[in-house]
């Protein structure tokens, strides 16, 4: 499968390595980038990612399929990687704008693929991934290491992480208790107070608060 989930800790400052990747990533990913900071979905579930996934109202994005890259064949979406990989994240608004004016920009094409999300009845489907490749297709493994490799050098920091290394999450903030413990996987980070969405949100956004926005200011 695709991805592997790390539970890798980084220190509070590697928040500032994050910030510079969003700001170094490309026109066409870097909503995506943003997107992953804020929610840490796994590569899978980024790639697979529907326009219909997003509540954008509710701020909050529902995983119920990742795309998979198998190493022969044609990529295709499947079930998610665990049963608790079914889940619902709360958005921070930087996110929720940040896709607003990707689609703005990047309408999601319509992409014929093979939809394996019940094992037992494989079919090809029209999916219209928020996150294709320039060419209107999946994102290959091979592609997108290469996306990331150039967006670290572009960032000029010294990070050496791969993508699931850098999913982990910088401090952990805004604990009902008011304690303040190492970093935790985002994934992990956003279970922890299922009926307290706004509380993650902040936590993240005391993080991610300063990330330049991707929507313009509109004129009256």
């Known amino acids: 499968m695709w991805t592997r989930t790390r539970s890798v800790q980084l220190r509070a400052s590697s928040s500032a390595a994050v910030r510079a990747l969003i ?9 995506l980038f943003l997107l992953a900071a804020s929610s840490g979905l796994r590569q899978g579930e980024l790639f697979g990612l529907e326009v219909d996934g997003v509540d954008f109202l ?3 994005v529902t995983v119920r399929q990742q795309l998979i890259d198998p190493e022969e064949g044609e990529p295709y979406l499947g079930e998610p990687k665990t049963h608790e990989s079914y889940r619902t994240v709360p958005l ?4 929720v704008d940040a896709l607003a004016a990707h689609l703005e920009r990047f309408p999601a094409p319509a992409v014929k693929i093979e939809d394996r999300t ?11 991934l928020i996150f294709p490749n320039q060419y209107s297709v999946p994102v290959r493994r091979g592609s997108w290491s290469h996306v990331w490799k150039r967006t670290r050098q572009r960032a ?4 050496t ?13 805004g604990k009902p208790d008011g304690s303040a413990k190492p970093s935790i996987t985002l994934d992990t980070y956003t279970h922890l107070w299922p009926d307290e969405e706004d ?21 009256a």
């Open 161 to 173: 992480a791969t993508y699931e290394q850098a999913r982990a999450a910088w401090v952990r903030r």
């Open 156 to 159: 000029n920091k010294a990070l």
């Open 58 to 60: 509710r701020r909050e």
């Open 118 to 128: 019940d094992p037992r009845r494989p079919r090809q489907r029209t999916a219209r």
């Open 23 to 31: 700001d170094a990533a490309s026109a066409w990913y870097r909503a």
């Open 92 to 95: 921070t608004k930087a996110a």
């Open 199 to 219: 509380t993650t949100r902040a936590a993240i956004e005391a993080v991610l608060g300063d990330v330049r926005p991707l929507c313009p200011a509109r004129s």
